[in-house]
């Protein structure tokens, strides 16, 4: 286990062969605590509406050069009944914060989701505790919600109306209701420092959390960060890699925001220290239209295509696909 001085360390070091060093290692506690299973999660984009105004997302609500949609409750069963003809054995539900999805509506696909024998992961971003509990007690598994900074001025800066203590609420709460947790950070925010990158790997170790997603910053033409530089490929990895070193047996997604900076970026990840991907399962014609940050990969391709394509890669580094739900298995 490292220390945040030692952290810093690492992460401020440019010399390749000491960070080759560093996604080594990453890769050896990955295959020693949780295997060579790579597990597959299918990924449904269901709305693009959201509140907030997050400066550096495509989808924030001032952006109104984007196309809105929302899928309703038969067109999402469709899509996961699809999911789990192609093998998935865990469906993630993503939006952004649309406030029609009420814990009503949600409990309804909730439950018809849950008839189909998989895991299912929400990731709908900062709700109240009564409404955690209702998608709990619905049949909800997991929760996603990255804190995306834990430097609290720069949270300020990057989340207009919004409060870096209600976001470690949700997080508390969602820990509570028993749901697995999973949060992460985004890298390479402007005005972001190595210490903050650093307290947030000491954040995560703190929260215990079940799962962990890290992505580089990519900037989109339409917000306020437009012209700001991409976070660095390989910051955002060793980011990753000391997560995976840190939290030993969780679960880490080799994130489409790596493979949108870097053509091998997902294949990279697995092989330091990641052990999931989340393959778009959302039919086409929405996917240009949940532009979170631009020429996010796969945006022509169906969900089919996706699967094949990701199988594909997994297998040809020697590893295998996840025959299970794949939970977070505690050493
Ligand atoms: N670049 C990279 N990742 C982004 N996210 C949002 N906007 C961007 C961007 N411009 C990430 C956030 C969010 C997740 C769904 O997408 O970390 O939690
Ligand atoms: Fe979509 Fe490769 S994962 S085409």
Do not use: W
């Not at 430097?151 to 919004?162: R, W």
């Not at 209600?166 to 985004?186: A, H, M, P, Q, W």
């Not at 079940?210 to 490929?233: N, W």
């Amino acid at each position: 286990m490292y220390s945040k001085s030692e952290l810093v360390k690492i992460l401020s070091d440019n010399d390749k062969e000491n960070n080759k060093k560093i996604f080594e290692l990453a890769d050896k506690v990955r295959r020693e605590n949780v295997g060579d299973e790579v597990h597959l999660r299918g990924l449904i984009e269901f709305s693009n509406i959201c509140r907030c105004s997050c400066k550096y997302c495509g989808l924030r609500s001032p952006n109104t050069s984007i196309d809105r949609y929302r899928l309703d409750k038969n067109t999402i069963i469709e899509l996961c009944e699809h999911a789990v003809e192609m093998g998935y054995k865990t469906i993630v539900l993503q939006s952004g914060e649309d406030a029609y999805y009420s814990a009503d509506v949600l409990t309804e696909i909730i439950k018809e989701i849950k008839k189909l024998d998989v895991a299912l992961t929400l990731s709908l971003g900062e709700r109240s505790f009564e409404e955690y509990k209702a998608f709990k007690d619905a049949g909800a598994d997991r929760y996603l919600i990255r804190i995306e900074t834990t430097d609290k001025e720069l949270y300020k800066k990057m989340h207009p109306n919004m409060s870096f203590e209600n976001r470690v609420r949700c997080l508390l709460d969602i820990k509570k209701l028993g749901y697995e947790v999973g949060t992460g950070c985004l890298v390479g925010l402007p005005g972001q420092t190595v210490e903050s990158l650093a307290d947030d790997i000491l954040f995560f170790k703190e929260l215990d959390a079940d799962m962990v997603g890290i992505g580089p910053f990519i900037p989109h033409p339409a917000t306020p960060l437009k012209e700001a530089e991409t976070g660095d490929f390989d910051l955002a990895l060793k980011v990753m890699a000391l997560t995976r070193i840190m939290l030993p047996d969780i679960n880490i997604p080799a994130t489409t925001a790596m493979e949108t900076i870097n053509p091998n970026g997902r294949i990279i990840a697995l092989q330091s220290g990641a052990n999931v991907v989340m393959p778009n399962v959302t039919s086409t014609q929405y996917r240009p239209k949940y532009e979170i940050y631009p020429n996010k990969i796969c945006l022509n391709d169906n969900p089919d295509k996706c699967r094949g394509c990701i199988e594909g890669k997994i297998r040809s580094i020697g590893r295998v696909i996840g025959t299970d739900k794949g939970f977070h298995k505690r050493k």
